[in-house]
């Protein structure tokens, strides 16, 4: 492996590692609501559930994010790292510097 790919490697299981603390440490914020209307107010229950979807939302992203790293590890052990999954050209460079797990040249992803 090449010292470019361990630097994307690096990268990409960092970026993994980030977003499982960051899953882990919203656990709280993605359990059911208690809707007991002697509990809170209604507000504070709109609240509460507007922070429940929102941080749902944000564990969808993060889940995403995850695969998208998976695949882009699997291809860097397959030596098919940086070709777009669509063309089959190569990703720029610039492109994965932004992003490490970008499965599509630019050309591809618009």
């Known amino acids: 492996m090449s010292p470019r790919e361990k630097n994307i490697r690096q990268r990409l299981?960092?970026?993994q590692a980030q977003i499982l603390r960051d899953s882990a440490g919203s656990i709280?914020?993605?359990v059911a609501v208690d809707l007991d209307p002697t509990r809170v107010g209604r507000?504070?229950?709109l609240d509460a559930l507007q922070m429940q979807a929102m941080s749902a939302a944000l564990?969808?992203?993060r889940?995403?994010?995850l695969k998208k790293i998976e695949a882009?590890?699997?291809r860097l052990d397959e030596g098919e790292y940086g070709d777009c999954l669509k063309c089959g050209e190569a990703i720029a460079p610039r492109r994965?510097?932004?992003d490490p797990a970008?499965?599509?040249c630019a050309a591809c992803a618009r």
Do not use: K, M, T
Request: charged share 45%; net charge negative; no cysteine.
């Open 28 to 30: 709280d914020d993605r």
């Open 43 to 45: 507000l504070s229950r």
């Open 72 to 74: 882009a590890l699997r």
């Open 63 to 65: 889940q995403q994010d």
């Open 96 to 98: 994965l510097e932004s």
């Open 102 to 104: 970008a499965p599509l």
């Open 13 to 15: 299981v960092d970026r």
């Open 59 to 61: 564990e969808g992203r």
